[in-house]
């Protein structure tokens, strides 16, 4: 079963990652500030995201 636990962090990371670009992408191309505020929030939140979930793989895979 942990196997597949850590299958599905390494996926969840790696979702993780294309949502932060998308999300940059997206923000680069608003011209409205409060649209880029929600996404620098959104984008803050993923990126915390990510880091739970390497620390979940870590101490899965240790």
Do not use: G, W
Not at 34 to 54: G, P, Q, S, T, W
């Amino acid at each position: 079963m942990s196997r597949k636990i850590i299958e599905s962090a390494r996926q969840a990371i790696s979702a993780e990652l294309e949502l932060q670009d998308c999300y940059r992408r997206m923000k680069n191309q608003a011209t409205n500030p409060k649209v880029r505020a929600i996404l620098h929030d959104l984008l803050l939140m993923e990126e915390m995201n990510e880091v739970l979930l390497r620390s979940l793989n870590k101490n899965l895979t240790a």
